[in-house]
T-cell receptor, first 114, second 112 residues
């Protein structure tokens, strides 16, 4: 079955630690996205990538970094510079980066700070 | 850029009641319009979409009509079920690289 997988489902971060959230898709989609969801709020865009080896900042990129070395993979690193990282993180992909395209979402990773 | 105003929740209904969740948007060009649904503890999934004015998107008994004159895309269902309890997000797409903007989400709770 085609789809998007995210791991782990839950992730715990200690103070000053960098953590990496995994996102993999086998849909052969060009575009991938990372969103952050806080309780009772909509989704906010962190980073997006239209093609391999290219990515752009979204609305809340500070304290985060990404890479896109393979079409299938778009990992997100939450760095120690992100002072309030507790949230639900959602990865998505679309066939291409057109906002007329449907976005397909992974099941999410919940990040908690110890 | 695009923006969206979505009906605040939570919306609490009894099973078999009629549902309307309002959504109005601003966008440049002629965007596709989407409703996504998020079940507890999961990611979002597309519920329905419409790509041009007067189109009606439908899925699982839910419907929404693209109203360009009122810039609205209200979600309706004639008879809700307990399994419809979820958070519903309205999102206008757009041309020319505008970011996909999600509404804040409307929590729907259906009681048996």
């Amino acid at each position: 079955d085609g789809g998007i997988t995210q791991s782990p489902k839950y992730l715990f971060r200690k103070e000053g630690q960098n953590v990496t959230l995994s996102c993999e898709q086998n849909l052969n989609h060009d575009a991938m996205y990372w969103y952050r969801q806080d309780p009772g709020q909509g989704l906010r865009l962190i980073y997006y990538s239209q093609i391999v080896n290219d990515f752009q900042k979204g609305d809340i990129a500070e304290g985060y970094s990404v890479s896109r070395e393979k079409k299938e993979s778009f990992p997100l690193t939450v760095t120690s510079a992100q002072k309030n990282p507790t949230a639900f993180y959602l990865c998505a992909s679309s066939r291409r980066k057109s906002l007329q395209e449907t976005q397909y979402f992974g099941p999410g990773t919940r990040l908690l700070v110890l | 850029g695009n923006s969206v105003t979505q009906m605040e929740g939570p919306v609490t209904l009894s099973e078999e009641a009629f549902l309307t969740i309002n959504c109005t948007y601003t966008a440049t060009g002629y965007p596709s319009l989407f409703w996504y649904v998020q079940y507890p503890g999961e990611g979002l999934q597309l519920l329905l979409k419409a790509t041009k004015a007067d189109d009606k998107g439908s899925n699982k008994g839910f419907e929404a009509t693209y109203r360009k004159e009122t810039t609205s895309f209200h979600l309706e269902k004639g008879s809700v079920q307990v399994s419809d309890s979820a958070v519903y997000f309205c999102a206008p797409g757009g041309e020319y690289g505008n970011k996909l903007v999600f509404g804040a989400g409307t929590i729907l709770r259906v009681k048996s």
